[in-house]
Every structure is written in C-alpha cells, then in structure tokens.
C-alpha cells in the first residue's frame, strides 16, 4: 500500500543526472597519466617512485591543512589534490632533492589552488604556478636546500639522469638521438619527458573519455609546428622534447584554467604555442612551455569574453526563409 | 531519409522502453477528483459549482470571463465535496474543486454531433474553448487564443518529439491514434489558414513515424519531419528551428515566424471536442520508472491523485523516492501523493534514490565546459550559475541568462551537480524586475 509517511524527495528539475563527476574525471586524468609514470619509474627506479610519493603525500597533507584552516570540508575524493601531486612530481627531474618537489607541491596546492578559493576559482595551473615558483624563487631556496642537505636520500646511482636532456642538447646544437626513440622513451629531462607516446596514450584515454577535445593540443602543435619549420629546424624535436606534450595534452587542457568555448581553445592554443617558440627560439630553453601556459592563463577570462558567442534568441541580421 | 535537428542538445538515455509497446488503456476511476481552478497560462477560472452539488461528468464547473482562459469540467459524475485549497503539480496550493463519485456511469458518451468535413472556423474556435482545450505538452497555453485566423501564418507545426526521458504518451497517440490526429491537424490546419502541416517527430519512434505517413502519403500539403533523437528537441523554439530553419528571436510569438505548434495530443482532444463534444476530461499520461509495476501509457481523469494512479499501477514502496508529474528534466516533484494530474500532465514518473540527482553534493564550477557545449540556447550556464548563484543579477543578465529555456541540460551534464535551473528560476523575477526600473 502506498501509505502518506512515506518521505518523497523534493528537489528543482532536472531530476536526472549524468554519472559524471568532478572526481571520476579527475581520476580518468589520474590513469591517463600511469603509462608515463610507469615508463618513468621503469627509467629511474626508485627515485621516480620517491619523488611522486612525496608529492602525492604533501598533496594530500597541504589540502587538509588548508581546508582545516579555511573551515571547509575536505574534497580529497574529488582526487584534484592527488592530481596536481602527481603532476608536480612528473614536472620534476628524478634526481630533484624531495624537499624541493614537496615546497613546489606545497605551493601549487595550497597558495595556488586552495588560498584562490579552491577548485574552480583558480587562475592559474595549480601544478605548473608550483613548479614555476621554484625556479622564480631559486634564491631563496638555495639556503633551504643548505637545511635540509644532510636528509638527502641516496637511492643507488641512475647513470640516465645525470646526461643532458634532449631539450638542451637541441639547444646546444649537439647531435640528437634519432626521433623514434625520442617519440618512443628517452631518459632526461624532467619524468614526464620522458615519453611522448606514453603521454600520447593517456591523452587517447581522455579524448575516448570525452573529458578533453581536441582545440587546445591541435592549436599548440599546429603553431609550434609552423613557426619552428619557419624558424628553419625540425618541428619533431621541438614536439618531442621538453614539457611540449605534456603542456599540450594535461596542463593547458585543464578544465579550470582554459576558456569556454572552441574558438576560444583555438585561440588560447594558438597564443600559448606562439609563447613556447619565443621561449625556446628566442630566450632560455627551460620551462618555456610552463611559463607559456601560465601567461595564457591570465588571459582566460579576456578570451572568454571577446569570444562569446551569441544566444540561440539573439535576433540575426539576416532572417533566413525556409 | 532526411533527419533534421538543431546546435547542441544532448542525448540523454530514454528509459522509453518501459513503455513504448504499451497500448493505451484505460484506469479506472478514482473515488475522488480534485480539480483546479487553474490549469493553463492565464487567468484562473471561477468555480459554477458549489459544495453539495450533483455533477455529471463533461459538466462545465468553473469558467472566466477573460479571454486568456480556459473553462474546466467534471471528469466523474458525483457530488462536489469541497471548493477550497488543494496542492496543485506546479507547486503550491490553489483553489480546486473537489467531486466525490457517485454510483452512476463514469464514461463519457461519445456521440458524433458535428461532421468533421463540414466545421466553420466560429465553430471550432468555439467547440475548442468550450471544450476546455490547453496545450498538453506542458506549457498549457489556451488553445482557443491560437485558433485565428492569422495571414502571417503558413505552417502548422504537430510536435511529436517528444524528447523527454520516459514519456511515450505522444508516441502511442501517434501509432493509435493517427487517424484522428491527422485529421485534427486538418481542423486546425483549415481554422488557422495554414498552407502546411509539419508532424515533428524524433527517429525513435519509426511506428509513429510510419503510422501517420501511412495516412498522409497522398497529400501535399502534410509531411513528416524526421527529427534527431536529441534533447530539447520537442521544445518549440527547437522545433521551429529544426522543422523550418526559422530562426526564433527573443520575444518574438510563433505566429510572428509564421508557424503555430501544436501537441499531438492537444490536436487528437480538439477533434474529440469538436466532433463529440467531449471536453478535456482525461488524457494519456505515461506512468513510469523502472519499479513501477505496471508501466504504461494510462487514460487517466483529470483531477486524478497520483496516489489513485500509483496504486493501480503496482507501486508500493516510496521511501525516499521522487514522484514527479511531467518528464523528469522538466517535471516537477510532489510532496505527496495527494496531488492531481492536471491538462498538462504528461508522466507520473518515479525515481528510485539512485537515479535522481540527490546521490551528489554541488560543488563550485570547475569550468569544464560541458554545459557550454550541450546549451541548446548557446548560452554559458556556467557563468551564470556563478553569478545567479551569488545574486550577481546583473551580470547574470550580461550572460543572457533571460534566454533560458530551463531544460536543465547544463544540470544533467554537470560533473559538480550544479543546480543551474533552480538558480535560473529563482534569477528570472529578479531580472525582470531590474528590466522594469531601467524603463
């Protein structure tokens, strides 16, 4: 019998709800990165593992600090502290002393991400603002590093992280490896670099999963691609190397800090791979593409505006007869 | 086949198959109706009852005098137990008029008292208001005040979209009743000065499709438009776009564009009511979800208590489930089940917990665009669920935000749950009164 105590839900429509959530998405992100994790770890052992355990642990750690502070209720299910952990860790060579890679991923978590009003108030890349401090504020830190020599881990020797990166060695005008094995896995750099395909794979992973299009990483490439060829060198390298696939495919696809719509992607794609060739063409070769990314960040919600698009009810100047 | 449709718009599962093979039937009864005094856009109606009065059934019992109204009628003979407050569908107490069932017939007679072939425009405009005739596909519009003559208009726009998750009542119409809506549109067609009718209809319907071509094939001035299964595409700015390619501006009134749209159920009832003198007395609701016992798409009296329907079709356990009267994008929840089914109710539709939206928490907006790309109104819910949230009226206003059609697309797709809607409801009045102090 239907009886009159039962409780019903009340609630405004819609009263169906797609099964994704913030979580599940930021989780897809998570596993997309796996594959250069592991290609990482297999390159540099226990170092890589360290370094990415450090930083997920003081990602975790800053999150529940801030949000203690700010009175809130933790959002750790929601995984985008584990995330911008790993991303930091990933943005770091294997051999960077742990305590670094922890400051970074205090920054990016807790100043970046947190004290902007948390998830989907900040500007700017979480991950990269805390990678990028660390070099901007390297002066200071250079007498942190004298505190904390003496706890300063030896995991063994990995004779693959002490060779130049292929970044400086096309910067340096030195013979390169021969691009398949660049595309495929090649140790130096920081442990995201080490792999574009594996990068490639876990980006197919988020293109079948929807969660991000493909605007952003196509108007990036297409331009480094141009304007390098222009520049008179090899596109491949450029593509190859350095933060290029990871900027292209996970940071400047992040969902808080990319604009709206497609031809505002287009365009935010476009600008960041302009940046990335003036960086690497023009000035240091270092972090070109974070530092691109950030700027563009900035600009986001300029972007947004100039180009919004108009409602479905605004009256066009033609009318159209049928 | 040509299959149109319009920008954006999501497919959202249908849940149709609870329903879709289910033949039309008839519920019995209930012991008591509860009728409102208002059940369409406009002025509500005064009641021509009072209590301890006999009614019979298809007994006019509340009408107005204005001209944006709509009359009301008896759907069971018996005596009227109360004139008085009643929680309405659409939330909120209103006057109603409650009729107990006496022991006599509950079926109305139909009796063909007009010839179709031979119906003046005075005529069917009258036999349409007297009958109590309102849109049945949820904006309850007076069907009477569209009923004109009107140069501008060329086509006759029948919607048999029907893009709602679980409702199939308009598709069952279509497969059984073809013939009377074919020739209803015919009616309205002649009254209106249409050149044209349009039937709307999604792909997933092929039967519906198939019946009323069936029937059409020899004309000219019908045809059916195939329309991609996407939601919102039964909404009418939708459905003139895709059907016509006419743009729909803001404010402007359909007729303005040259089409008038039209439910099909609406359409079959103003046949009924034109040719048997049957006012809008009960209709096809589709009764669904997927622990209803007995699905199906039931003709159920208007004024109807969804604890009645529920009961006939095998539904017991109700702890925190959600009723809703309407489609469950659009609907709306019940506080309980002592709340009619009124003109314009498509679907009694339970959701279990799981499938509501209630399994989540909102959070902030982490921007990921997703009711950017699916806004069929090309709008930025996401923005101005930002600003709507926090009362920025203003800025809301900037985003268009008095463009929304609530067709709750942006919520569904929402990964934080944001409730967009009800912040754009609760935004609306507001804006509206800015606009009114900058004039």
Redesign the interface.
Known sequence: MVSDTQKLIISPSPHLKAKDTVGSAMRDVFIALLPVVAVAIYFYHVYAAFLIGVCLVTAVLTELLFRKLSGKKPTLHDWSALLTGLFVALLFTATTPWWKAAIATFIAVGIAKELMGGLGWNRFNPALFGRVAMILLAPIFAFVDDWFAPLATYMGSVDVATQATPLAMLNAGMEMPPLGQLFAAFPGGALSEVSPLALLIGAAYLFYRKHITWHIPAAMIVTVAVLTLIAGENPLYHLFTGGMMIGAFFMATDWVTSPFTDRGKLLFGACIGILVVIFRVGLSPTEGVAFSILIMNAFVPLIDKAMKRPSFSEPRKQTQAS | MEVKTF??GAH??HFKSYTEDKPITRLSPPKEVIVPLLQHMGAPCEPLVKEGDKVEIGQKIGDSEETFSAPVHASISGTVKEVGKRTVPTGGEDDCIVIEADDGPQEFEMKQIRDPQNIDLEEYRKCVREGGLTGMGGAALPTHVQVKYNEQVDTLLLNGAECE?FLTCDHRIMVEKAEELVRGAELMMNSIGAKRTLFGIEVNKPDAIEAVNELIKDRDDMEVVSLAVKYPQGFK?HLI?AA???????GARSAELGCIVRNVGTTVASYEACVYGKPLIERVVTVSGPKVTKPGNYIVRIGSPI?HI??ECG??????????IGG???????????VPVVKSSTGV?V?P?D??????EY????????C?EHC?????P??ISIYAEAGLHEKAEEW?LM?CI?C??C???????R?V??WV?RAKPEIQKLQRSRK
């Open positions: 920008q954006g959202i599962p998750p700015s776009k016509t390619g006419r743009d729909v501006p803001r604890s529920l009961k539904v017991e356990e109700l702890e925190n489930h959600k009723v809703v469950p994008m659009t609907g709306l929840a019940q506080p309980h089940l002592e539709i959701l917990p499938m509501t939206r209630e399994w989540m959070t902030d907006c982490v921007r990921c665009d997703k950017v069929p109104m090309m709008l930025y996401n923005q268009d463009d609530e709750g697309i919520s569904y797709v929402c990964p934080a749950a409730p809607v009800h409801q």
